[in-house]
């Protein structure tokens, strides 16, 4: 189920991030990247593959990176290619969806969810 956040227009999205930030004393830019990576994070733990998620390199996501523009949700390289193939193994076995999205368009949707969350940085 989408969050009711992201179901605002962009004006209603502004302006509930307004109300936020000045009741909490942080910035809106950083609660909208907060919004994001909490909602993808969601997203993924909620999958029916979720016990195999591993982050790149094991790693811990670092909140600083993130809010300046570094966030990685899509491995590259060799991680890549293991993830590729972890999920070639769950759809074998019937474990994705009826009818399951292929890799490369999983990743691709999940790069664009990286990408837009790195354009909004801490300045």
């Given at each position: 189920?989408?969050?009711?956040?992201?179901?605002?227009?962009?004006?209603?999205r502004?302006d509930?991030?307004?109300?936020?930030?000045?009741?909490?004393?942080?910035?809106?830019?950083?609660?909208?990247?907060?919004?994001?990576?909490?909602?993808?994070?969601?997203?993924?733990?909620?999958?029916?593959?979720?016990?195999?998620?591993?982050?790149?390199?094991?790693?811990?996501?670092?909140?600083?990176?993130?809010?300046?523009?570094?966030?990685?949700?899509?491995?590259?390289?060799?991680?890549?290619?293991?993830?590729?193939?972890?999920?070639?193994?769950?759809?074998?076995?019937?474990?994705?969806?009826?009818?399951?999205?292929?890799?490369?368009?999983?990743?691709?949707?999940?790069?664009?969810?990286?990408?837009?969350?790195?354009?909004?940085?801490?300045?």
């Amino acid at each position: 189920m989408p969050d009711p956040f992201f179901g605002l227009s962009p004006q209603d999205r502004r302006d509930a991030l307004l109300v936020a930030a000045s009741r909490s004393g942080r910035p809106a830019h950083l609660l909208e990247k907060d919004a994001w990576v909490v909602w993808t994070l969601r997203a993924l733990f909620e999958a029916p593959f979720a016990h195999q998620i591993v982050f790149k390199g094991g790693k811990v996501i670092d909140y600083n990176d993130a809010v300046r523009g570094g966030l990685q949700l899509v491995p590259d390289g060799t991680a890549e290619e293991l993830l590729a193939a972890d999920y070639a193994g769950l759809v074998a076995d019937g474990l994705v969806f009826e009818s399951a999205p292929d890799c490369a368009t999983l990743l691709a949707r999940c790069r664009e969810i990286q990408d837009r969350a790195n354009q909004i940085r801490q300045p």
